[in-house]
C-alpha cells in the first residue's frame, strides 16, 4: 500500500507565497507522471500543474508564472512552488501520482488534500 500527504498550506495574503509538498511513501516501485490538482468550494477539481517522470511540466492558463512545480525522485517528494497568490488560487490541494507498488499494479494515487487560503 502506497500513501500520498500533502503538507505546506496555510493562510496568506495576497501576493504571499507558499510552498507545498507531497511525500509518497509505501512500497513504491516507481512513479511516472504527477500533479497537482485544487479544488474550490462548489467547483469541480482542475489541474494546477503536472510533471512527467522526465520532468516536463505543465500549467494551467492563470497560474503560469506564478507557480513552479517539482519533483525530487530520489526521496519521492513532489513541490509546488507558488507566489503571487491570489484569493482565487483558495482551494483546497490535492497531489497526484501514478505509482507502481509491489503488488505489480499500476495505480492512480491522491493525498487527502491541503487547504490554501488566500485573503486580506
Known amino acids: 500500500q502506497v500513501q500520498l500527504v500533502e503538507s505546506g498550506g496555510g493562510f496568506v495574503q495576497p501576493g504571499g507565497s507558499l510552498r507545498l509538498s507531497c511525500a509518497a511513501s509505501?512500497?513504491?516501485?516507481?512513479?511516472?507522471?504527477m500533479g497537482w490538482y485544487r479544488q474550490a468550494p462548489g467547483k469541480r477539481r482542475e489541474m494546477v500543474a503536472t510533471?512527467?517522470?522526465?520532468?516536463?511540466?505543465d500549467y494551467r492558463d492563470a497560474v503560469k508564472g506564478r507557480f513552479t512545480i517539482s519533483r525530487d525522485d530520489t526521496n519521492n517528494t513532489m513541490y509546488l512552488q507558488m507566489s503571487n497568490l491570489k484569493p482565487e488560487d483558495t482551494a483546497v490541494y490535492s497531489c497526484?501520482?501514478?505509482?507502481?507498488?509491489?503488488?505489480?499494479?499500476?495505480?492512480?494515487?491522491w493525498g487527502q488534500g491541503t487547504q490554501v487560503t488566500v485573503s486580506s
Open positions: 509505501g512500497r513504491i516501485v516507481s512513479i511516472s507522471d
Open positions: 510533471i512527467t517522470s522526465d520532468h516536463v511540466t
Open positions: 497526484h501520482a501514478i505509482i507502481r507498488d509491489d503488488t505489480g499494479w499500476t495505480r492512480n494515487s
